[in-house]
């Protein structure tokens, strides 16, 4: 049985100290009682460290926008896994947005290299794939996602591959209130994402792996998508900004 795990991508908002706290100080404890859920905050690093010391280490885990492969080195305005490591558990790799005007920054290459590196300081990578609307129409989506799936693992052992966590999130359905059917997204999750850990990896590990959804979750749609049997939780955007994700993840636990 796969434990859900949701996760609140802020983005570039509540990157102030007083605005994180503001809402971390509300839902903190109400998401900490809410029991049988992995919930993961993705804030700014502006305001990790200072989410660190409220958290604590019980109940609510943090987590990483966006990382470099590297450990240390002339690489202005980046951060590395060693100085994420203490600060937070998790860290999302190759969000689309960053994949859309990252170049060789944030190409497949790229992401497989930060998927090693996270593992390998002991970060548990949020790895997101997914297809634009041109792709989607053209009935690309499985080829294009198990594509990145497949580069993103490579030369991954089994064993590793078991402790990352994967969010399928079409592009055409991040912040525009157009999510995909739960059907739609339980089919891709089970062909293009298992569907492809199983070839390279073997069917338990395909079978164990956590895969969000993520593309315009809200506290009323929730329940559509856990109620899927492939879809293990959601990575949220906007819907996480506001005390409201507290309604949003009690929502998901019941409708497992
Ligand atoms: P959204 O963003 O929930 O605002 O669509 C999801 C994401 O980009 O991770």
Redesign the pocket.
């Known amino acids: 049985m796969r434990r859900p795990i949701v996760a609140a991508?802020w983005k570039m908002h509540l990157g102030r100290v007083d605005q994180a706290l503001a809402l971390v100080r509300r839902i903190r404890l109400p998401l900490g009682r809410v029991e049988g859920v992995d919930v993961v905050l993705c804030p700014p690093f502006t305001v990790l460290a200072s989410l660190a010391e409220v958290i604590g280490s019980k109940g609510v885990a943090l987590g990483a926008q966006n990382m470099h492969w590297d450990d240390h080195g002339a690489q202005t305005g980046e951060i590395s896994p060693s100085m994420l490591v203490g600060l937070c558990r998790y860290v999302i790799i190759g969000?689309s947005?960053r994949r859309a005007s990252g170049g060789s920054a944030e190409s497949d290459g790229a992401v497989n290299r930060k998927v090693i590196s996270a593992l390998t300081h002991g970060l548990t990578p949020i790895i997101c794939v997914g297809e634009d609307a041109a792709r989607n129409e053209a009935g690309e989506t499985d080829v294009f996602v198990g594509g990145q799936v497949r580069a993103a693992l490579d030369g991954l052992s089994a064993d590793d591959v078991g402790r990352v966590v994967l969010a399928y999130?079409p592009i055409w359905?991040?912040?525009t209130g157009r999510s995909a059917t739960p059907a739609a997204a339980n089919r891709t999750i089970a062909l293009a994402v298992r569907g492809t850990i199983a070839l390279g990896f073997g069917e338990a590990v395909a079978g164990a792996v956590r895969v969000q959804y993520?593309?315009?979750?809200n506290a009323q749609n929730i329940a559509g998508f856990m109620a899927m049997p492939e879809i293990d939780g959601a990575?949220?955007?906007?819907?996480s900004l506001q005390p409201e994700f507290v309604d949003l993840v009690t929502r998901a636990v019941a409708a497992r």
């Open positions: 991508n969000h947005e999130e359905a991040i912040g993520g593309g315009s979750v990575l949220v955007g906007g819907a």
